[in-house]
C-alpha cells in the first residue's frame, strides 16, 4: 500500500500545476478524477480542487 505522504505530496504537486485556471477547467479536472478514480469520495474530490 503506498503511504499516504507520497499520495498527498501528488495531490499538492497536481494542485500546484492546476493553481489559477478558470472554473470550467477546474470542472474539466474534477470529471477526469471521476474516470481515473471512480470510487474516490466526494469529500475527497472536493479537497483536491478547494485544497
Keep these: 500500500m503506498k503511504s499516504w505522504n507520497h499520495l498527498v505530496d501528488q495531490a499538492i504537486e497536481a494542485k500546484e500545476n492546476i493553481k489559477g485556471l478558470p472554473e470550467e477547467d477546474m470542472y ?19 479537497f483536491l480542487v478547494m485544497f
Design 28 to 46: 474539466a479536472f474534477i470529471e477526469v478524477i471521476d474516470r481515473k478514480i471512480p470510487n474516490m469520495s466526494s469529500q475527497l474530490k472536493e
